[in-house]
T-cell receptor, first 116, second 108 residues
């Protein structure tokens, strides 16, 4: 069985451009979460989607948006890129947004975004 | 907002040593995750626990809910255990809150 997949693997953009990152969850998983990991730091929560609806949002500006499709894959969009958006963007999928005791999350390999 | 603190930040040990990584958090949680991240970024989930202790191979994770503290232990450490170990907690409606990670190097 395929794990969580993300595309592209690497991406280089310039300031002011926009970017779309894609994530396909493990088959059967309906929840997708997005995280940003700046070099040397732990990941930061951006969004969580379940059944195509936003279920949680971290402390990120409106330049960040996401959506989930009927097949549960997801896109993360970032507009008006800044140098500080350079990071590893991780996607994680789980069976449900949260269960008693929490639902195990399975992480994709990430997309490394560099903004010049 | 939950604050997650890990210690030590960096740890270098010799092959075979017993390793302990600690995690403390400030607010009650529903679950705590231990994750392993190798160079290149991929994250692997090691444990998810809400009470007591779990063991998988040479890895052991414990949590004390009253103390708001968890530990990850590695027995008979090996160079292939070298990685960043990250503690993450889930409290309310939002996603996981992560610690900054512990950089572990096991020397042969």
């Amino acid at each position: 069985d395929a794990g969580v997949t993300q595309s592209p693997t690497h991406l280089i953009k310039t300031r002011g451009q926009h970017v779309t990152l894609r994530c396909s969850p493990i088959s059967g998983h309906k929840s997708v979460s997005w995280y940003q990991q700046v070099l040397g730091q732990g990941p930061q929560f951006i969004f969580q989607y379940y059944e195509k609806e936003e279920r949680g949002r971290g402390n990120f500006p409106d330049r960040f948006s996401a959506r989930q499709f009927p097949n549960y894959s997801s896109e993360l969009n970032v507009n008006a890129l800044l140098l500080g958006d350079s990071a590893l963007y991780l996607c994680a999928s789980s069976l449900a947004p949260r269960l008693a005791g929490g639902a195990e999350q399975f992480f994709g390999p990430g997309t490394r975004l560099t903004v010049l | 907002k939950n604050e997650v603190e890990q210690s030590p930040q960096n740890l270098t040990a010799q092959e075979g040593e017993f390793i302990t990584i600690n995690c403390s958090y400030s607010v009650g949680i529903s679950a705590l995750h231990w994750l392993q991240q190798h160079p290149g970024g991929g994250i692997v989930s090691l444990f998810m626990l809400s009470s007591g202790k779990k063991k998988h191979g040479r890895l052991i994770a414990t949590i004390n809910i009253q103390e708001k503290h968890s530990s990850l232990h590695i027995t008979a450490s090996h160079p292939r255990d070298s990685a960043v170990y990250i503690c993450a907690v889930r409290g309310g409606a939002d996603g996981l809150t992560f610690g900054k990670g512990t950089h572990l190097i096991i020397q042969p």
